[in-house]
């Protein structure tokens, strides 16, 4: 047996059977669901359900070339995120019939990507004999690591949405409208439409689409909401961060979130 394949044997071992379970059963799942896909031709969705297994092999990927151990709740509740949004979110349509699935999640993931940051600054901290950062500046930079995730994720939906005109950044109607594109004389004074009761869209082909209640949003509330829940996970996760740094004794079960130095 390779060298590699007895440090995979030694970390099946060792690693919680409840993680596994979860592992292979998501897997499994999302195997019969890419099946479904293909006889029924919906070929965008059997990609989805291809990206979503080769999301499932990147915690272990990272964890073999960083030599990173992720622990048993982390592993599990990641691999649990990657099913939500993409099998449940996309394919099953989780983000229309559920209203704050996509909001739950944006929180989730800011929760996750600042215990990532802190990780990352933490290990360092600990294991060089020439760096001493304080608790508050972990913490800060765990803050910025998981909103700089936020913002490059809103990128990506802004990016699918202008070229490859989905709707990841989810319109939504509004029924007031504030703009100074609608003041007259130019000015920076913005004119206020309260009340709306309906948008008509007329296009060149001579057809009319009719919006009740508001006009559509074109995504930029989604994207606010999204990056201000972000903004909650990654400061909850941070006051805990700071509070683990501080007493480590007293705060053990933030060690679940927390991706730790590999000895294997």
């Avoid at 590699?4 to 030694?10: D, E, I, T, V």
């Avoid at 092999?57 to 592993?75: C, H, N, Y």
């Avoid at 700089?148 to 709707?167: C, M, Q, R």
Wanted: with cysteine; glycine share 6%; aromatic share 14%.
């Amino acid at each position: 047996m390779g060298k590699f394949a007895k440090k995979m044997k030694k970390k099946y071992e060792e690693t919680n059977k409840k993680s596994i379970a979860v592992y292979l059963t998501l897997r499994l799942l999302v195997v019969a669901s890419m099946i479904f896909q293909i006889f029924m031709g919906n070929f965008e969705n059997v990609f989805m359900c291809a990206l979503a297994l080769l999301l499932f092999t990147i915690p272990t990927i990272i964890s073999e070339k960083f030599k990173i151990g992720l622990p048993s709740l982390l592993e599990a509740i990641i691999y649990l995120f990657i099913f939500s949004a993409t099998i449940l979110g996309e394919i099953n349509n989780f983000y229309g019939i559920i209203p704050f699935w996509d909001t739950m999640l944006h929180t989730l993931n800011g929760f996750l990507c600042a215990g990532i940051g802190f990780s990352l600054v933490d290990l360092l901290n600990q294991n060089s004999k020439n760096i001493s950062l304080s608790p508050i500046y972990v913490v800060i930079v765990a803050f910025c690591f998981s909103m700089t995730i936020g913002i490059l994720w809103e990128f990506y939906e802004f990016t699918a949405d202008s070229v490859f005109h989905t709707d990841m950044q989810k319109d939504r109607i509004v029924p007031s409208i504030s703009s100074v594109e609608l003041n007259p004389s130019g000015e920076n004074i913005p004119i206020k439409v309260s009340d709306i009761e309906k948008t008509e869209i007329y296009a060149k082909d001579g057809s009319v689409t009719t919006i009740e209640n508001g006009y559509l949003d074109i995504g930029i509330v989604d994207t606010m909401k999204d990056l201000f829940v972000n903004f909650i996970g990654a400061v909850i996760f941070s006051i805990i961060g700071f509070l683990y740094v501080k007493n480590r004794g007293k705060y053990k079960f933030t060690e679940n979130f927390i991706p730790i130095k590999d000895n294997l």
